[in-house]
């Protein structure tokens, strides 16, 4: 798993062949979270650009390392590593909030809030933040207040920043103000 998360680069065919790699032997996709989650290894952002493919499509398979992955979120400094990652959170947060989907406890839910709040208000690349905005929209339908927060945030933010965070955040605040 190691050679083949080295070898990998950022296109998506790479990205997927790891993933489906790691998807077809627990043990290697074990490997690959453990090094998506140690942030100090420079192979972490390549295994979280592969990760967040694995989790798209098969997010039963990480929920072992869901209470990690709220742990590790917030320490991530990296933006190419970030992108994944508050894709991810958009991913969990969603099936959480469907029937058969993920189950997160309460803790791992203010975690998450926490971790994407700060992600909103740091100066962070605009598909991480919007990621981290979509899955803040969803935790709210939970959490009444995080909708509130998420609306001022954007709203206090929407000027400083390029024309696709503001559409994003166009549409956010149709659907916040409804």
Known sequence: ????IEASTCHVASRKMVSNFAMKNENHLDEMIR???DIEHDLHIK???SLDLVCEKKLKQFAAYIEDFCIILPKIKDASALRPATKIAFFLTKSNHR???ISLTQEQEHNL???LLDR???DEKVASKVYAMKALFVLGKKYDWVHNELKMIISQDYSNHSAAYQAATRNLL???NK
């Open 1 to 4: 798993m190691y050679q083949k």
């Open 99 to 101: 029937k058969n989907g």
């Open 35 to 37: 090094l998506a989650f």
């Open 47 to 49: 295994a979280f650009w």
């Open 120 to 122: 909103l208000i740091q």
């Open 174 to 176: 149709k659907k916040l």
């Open 113 to 115: 809030i926490e971790a």
